[in-house]
C-alpha cells in the first residue's frame, strides 16, 4: 500500500536525482538507422542486437537508442510512424553536417538558413521519418 506524505514531509534525500536521459527512436530498419546518426555525428555502436541499437558519442556523454518498433517493448499504439515532436542536435558546424546529408542522400526538409534567434539551422528527416534540426550557434550574435 502506497502512503502520501503531504509536499512539506517529503526530505531531500528521498527526491530523485536523474542519472542520466537517452531518447529512443522507433526504426523499421535498425542497420539503415544506425548508418544515418553513425554518419552525421560522432556515435559510436556501444550495443547491437536484432532488436535494438545503443549509440554512445565519443566522449560517451550523448546516447541514442534505437529499437526495432515492432518489438513487444513498445506498445502497439507506439508502433506507427512518429509524429508530434522533433530532435534536435546542436553541432560545432551545421553546413558541414548539411555537406554530409547531401553526399549521403538524405531527406533534406530545408536547407540551411540563419534564425531571428542566434542559430544556423536545417531540417532532414531520418530513415523512420523523425524530423531532425541540426543548429549551431551563429558566432558573435546579439539579440
Given at each position: 500500500?502506497?502512503?502520501?506524505?503531504?509536499?512539506?514531509?517529503?526530505?531531500?534525500?528521498?527526491?530523485?536525482?536523474?542519472?542520466?536521459?537517452?531518447?529512443?527512436?522507433?526504426?523499421?530498419?535498425?542497420?539503415?538507422?544506425?548508418?544515418?546518426?553513425?554518419?552525421?555525428?560522432?556515435?559510436?555502436?556501444?550495443?547491437?542486437s536484432?532488436?535494438?541499437?545503443?549509440?554512445?558519442?565519443?566522449?560517451?556523454?550523448?546516447?541514442?537508442g534505437?529499437?526495432?518498433?515492432?518489438?513487444?517493448?513498445?506498445?502497439?499504439?507506439?508502433?506507427?510512424?512518429?509524429?508530434?515532436?522533433?530532435?534536435?542536435?546542436?553541432?560545432?558546424?551545421?553546413?558541414?553536417?548539411?555537406?554530409?546529408?547531401?553526399?549521403?542522400?538524405?531527406?533534406?526538409?530545408?536547407?540551411?538558413?540563419?534564425?531571428?534567434?542566434?542559430?544556423?539551422?536545417?531540417?532532414?528527416?531520418?530513415?523512420?521519418?523523425?524530423?531532425i534540426?541540426?543548429?549551431?550557434?551563429?558566432?558573435?550574435?546579439?539579440?
Amino acid at each position: 500500500m502506497w502512503e502520501l506524505l503531504p509536499a512539506n514531509q517529503i526530505k531531500k534525500e528521498n527526491m530523485r536525482k536523474l542519472n542520466r536521459i537517452m531518447t529512443n527512436i522507433c526504426s523499421r530498419n535498425l542497420a539503415e538507422s544506425r548508418d544515418f546518426y553513425t554518419k552525421l555525428f560522432d556515435f559510436n555502436v556501444d550495443y547491437e542486437s536484432e532488436w535494438f541499437v545503443h549509440l554512445i558519442s565519443e566522449d560517451k556523454k550523448l546516447e541514442l537508442g534505437i529499437i526495432d518498433q515492432t518489438n513487444e517493448l513498445v506498445p502497439k499504439d507506439y508502433q506507427s510512424n512518429p509524429n508530434g515532436f522533433y530532435i534536435t542536435f546542436v553541432v560545432s558546424d551545421a553546413d558541414e553536417i548539411f555537406k554530409i546529408a547531401l553526399s549521403e542522400h538524405f531527406e533534406i526538409v530545408s536547407e540551411p538558413s540563419n534564425t531571428f534567434y542566434g542559430q544556423r539551422r536545417f531540417l532532414l528527416k531520418d530513415p523512420n521519418g523523425t524530423l531532425i534540426d541540426i543548429s549551431s550557434p551563429i558566432p558573435d550574435f546579439k539579440f
